[in-house]
């Protein structure tokens, strides 16, 4: 046996070890996008509130929101910044805030408007299309419930939320409204925002009186 047939099986090992690194350097630099790329996302840049502080009950909360949403397909709707108590839903059992995990987010949040109510609200009528970023400032007022749940087991918390959904205007003697259903995030492909805050406390006098 000569020595190219020798030195034959030596070239074809380090021609397949190189092959296989340059496929999978490739293969890193093609990956697919991260979810945050590919779903419509609601970003929360700036609040007068912040996570996990506490909010007192009964209070009157003066709430201001900067937001941007950015499309990755066309979406027409409503853009919901809103205050919400859950009284079965306690903070820390959910993941909620600005930084959060977004797909845990979203089926958090999808939970959270599902078994809460409002407690004040603004919204936008929205349309976008991909690659979009539309900047958005909501202003409203917030009253946070005496009390959370009424069964006085202590259970409950309070949800600040920004998301999008479909909306019908009603009207009313009193005035109309606006009834606004929630996208569902892994339906529509739409990544929601919001915060939580830690277990509200009572108000200095109701807690006077609660003491004796």
Request: hydrophobic share 45%; glycine share 8%; with cysteine.
């Amino acid at each position: 046996m000569n020595a190219a047939h020798l030195r034959r099986p030596a070239a074809m090992v380090r021609f397949a070890v190189m092959g296989m690194a340059t496929s999978a350097l490739l293969s890193g630099c093609f990956d697919a996008p991260k979810l945050e790329d590919r779903w419509t996302r609601v970003d929360l840049l700036h609040s007068n509130l912040t996570p996990f502080e506490t909010v007192t009950l009964g209070a009157q909360e003066s709430v201001s929101v900067q937001a941007t949403i950015t499309y990755r397909h066309i979406v027409t709707g409503y853009a919901v910044a809103e205050l919400r108590a859950s009284a079965t839903i306690d903070p820390g059992t959910v993941e909620v805030a600005p930084d959060a995990q977004r797909l845990r987010m979203a089926t958090d949040i999808d939970s959270l408007l599902a078994h809460s109510t409002t407690l004040g609200r603004a919204l936008i009528p929205v349309t976008g299309w991909d690659h979009l970023i539309q900047p958005l400032t909501f202003t409203f007022q917030g009253h946070i419930p005496t009390v959370l749940d009424s069964t006085g087991a202590g259970h409950g918390g309070v949800f600040l939320l920004c998301y999008m959904g479909s909306g019908q205007k009603i009207e009313r003697i009193q005035g109309d409204t606006i009834v606004v259903t929630p996208f569902r995030s892994n339906e529509m492909q739409i990544l929601p925002v919001g915060m939580e805050f830690r277990n509200p406390v009572p108000a200095p006098a109701m807690a006077a009186q609660e003491s004796r």
